[in-house]
């Protein structure tokens, strides 16, 4: 995405460097690229100081609405006075573009009405996408030739060497507290486990990294004297489940699953009792609770094949997944009845979205996972769990990839299958929860022994079963 910058008070190139450094530190986000700095007449008159402006590519896994907040705490933090239109301003940044996604709030017009009139935009923006096409339907070089001259020019005496079209790696170094939590690991005889969609950073220290069935797998066999589960709740209550006699340690207590808490006990024992020759399926992602109410569990990896391991003609209940459910059913050929659950992260998908990834991406296969829509799945290249996604993407013989789950899985592939490239389907796909554990959270977990995860040793039992019956299964 591009956000625009703009300084025409105080030290302007020294605002715009700090805008800079301040968003490589914001969560998940790395400047990656930005233009030359050009010099603007002022527009709100003669007294005022000319304007820089200048644009920045940005890869970021804040949602829309949370860059806009943290773009305003940056313009807070650099003393800009706001509502002031025209006048002298310390910072201004504007998101310009969003991957495509579009907003006509008053408080974030993306793409930016404006953009196309302003020379001062798109003299910047066509150094690093000249291709880009515009909601006009023209490319940047085209709108750029057909805007009247503007008093714009590249401020090319400034000093060689102080901006640089690709930025270096990010301030926010992480390497210290990484080493920290590596080393008190080797002490304390810790595996820290991190799913796939955690934050980059995090996924870096762990042990290992996978989808929500391997990493309990590992938590069952694991000889460490503690698990750190780096996830969110169901994933550190399953791995209890599967490995009581280790304690497992959650860095973020607060981090749950909105679609694990759409499903209650008594709401399944309610529906259990309407049908009680019903088998009942539950996805991984539910409480401990739900899974001693549950004959057997199943991941986005193997519900298909669990939905087939239920005798013919017997009813199938399958919670909390409403979009897993009917995928799976209509792959196994089987009827079921859905709880109405679902994952508001993959849940927002649309078809619009595939149809305009494939658009921008013409060479690149669509993988999205279960929980999205039905009508999204069934247009897919693939439908894959995030274990699923690595080895599909792994062995498949394209070489670009449009993702349609967590934005989290990019960074996992980009690691994991080199050489090819991954566009997040759309960047608002983003968990809030998953992102919560940071890595000084990891820290103190680790130094503190603790949150340790606890469950109910009869509940523990019981959802054992519909564990092991799964693993079974899959066996
Ligand atoms: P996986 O089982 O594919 O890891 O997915 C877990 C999850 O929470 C998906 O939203
Ligand atoms: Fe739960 Fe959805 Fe987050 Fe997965 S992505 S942990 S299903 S809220």
Redesign the pocket.
């Known amino acids: 995405m591009f956000l625009g910058l703009g300084s025409n008070l105080g030290d302007r190139e020294a605002a715009l460097s700090r805008a800079r450094v301040l968003l490589t530190a914001l969560p998940g986000t790395t400047v990656t690229a930005e233009s030359g700095i050009y010099v603007t007449a002022p527009v709100g008159g003669p007294e005022q100081d000319d304007y820089l402006n200048q644009v920045v590519e940005v890869r970021t896994l804040l949602s829309p609405y949370e860059l806009l907040t943290s773009v305003q705490g940056i313009e807070a933090e650099l003393g800009r006075v706001r509502d002031i239109r025209w006048g002298p301003r310390t910072i201004d940044v504007d998101i310009l573009w969003y991957h495509g996604f579009s907003s006509a709030d008053a408080r974030l017009e993306v793409p930016h009405p404006r953009m196309e009139e302003r020379r001062f935009v798109l003299e910047p923006l066509a150094e690093l996408a000249p291709d880009l096409v515009l909601p006009s339907g023209l490319t940047v070089t085209e709108a750029l030739a057909g805007l009247p001259d503007q008093a714009v020019r590249r401020n090319d005496d400034r000093t060689a060497g102080t901006v640089s079209r690709r930025s270096e790696r990010s301030p926010m170094d992480h390497s210290i507290v990484q080493k920290q939590i590596r080393r008190l690991a080797e002490e304390t005889g810790a595996i820290i486990l991190a799913?796939?969609?955690q934050r980059p950073e995090v996924q870096d220290i762990a042990d290992i990294v996978?989808?929500?069935?391997?990493l309990s797998r590992q938590a069952a066999t694991s000889k460490a004297r503690m698990i750190v589960f780096c996830g969110?709740h169901f994933?550190a209550e399953t791995a209890v489940i599967l490995a009581p006699d280790i304690p497992v340690i959650a860095p973020e207590p607060q981090a749950g699953?909105a679609?694990a808490d759409m499903v209650d006990v008594e709401g399944l024992a309610h529906l259990k009792a309407e049908h009680p020759d019903a088998v009942v399926i539950s996805y991984?992602?539910t409480t401990a609770a739900v899974k001693a109410l549950t004959d057997i569990c199943c991941?986005?990896?193997n519900a298909v094949e669990i939905v087939r391991s239920v005798p013919a003609g017997q009813e199938i209940i399958f919670t909390p997944d409403r979009n897993l459910g009917r995928w799976a059913a209509k792959k196994a050929g089987r009827k079921v009845i859905v709880w109405p659950g679902f994952?508001p992260?993959?849940d927002l998908v649309q078809v619009e979205d595939v149809e305009r990834a494939r658009a921008i991406h013409p060479a690149a296969k669509v993988v999205v996972?279960p929980?999205c829509d039905p009508a999204v799945s069934d247009i897919a290249d693939a439908v894959e769990?995030?274990?699923?996604m690595i080895r599909f993407c792994r062995e498949d013989d394209a070489e670009e990839y449009v993702i349609g789950?967590?934005t989290g899985m990019i960074y996992r592939l980009c690691q994991d299958v080199p050489g090819k490239l991954f566009y997040p389907l759309t960047e608002m796909a983003v968990?809030p929860t998953?992102k919560l554990t940071t890595l000084q959270k990891v820290l103190e977990s680790v130094r503190n022994a603790g949150p340790v995860v606890t469950v109910d040793e009869e509940i523990r039992t019981k959802a054992l079963k519909a564990v092991q019956r799964m693993i079974e299964v899959g066996a």
């Open positions: 799913h796939n969609y996978g989808d929500s069935l391997g969110v994933m699953c679609m991984v992602n991941t986005s990896a994952c992260t993959h996972h929980e769990s995030t274990s699923g789950t967590e968990c998953m």
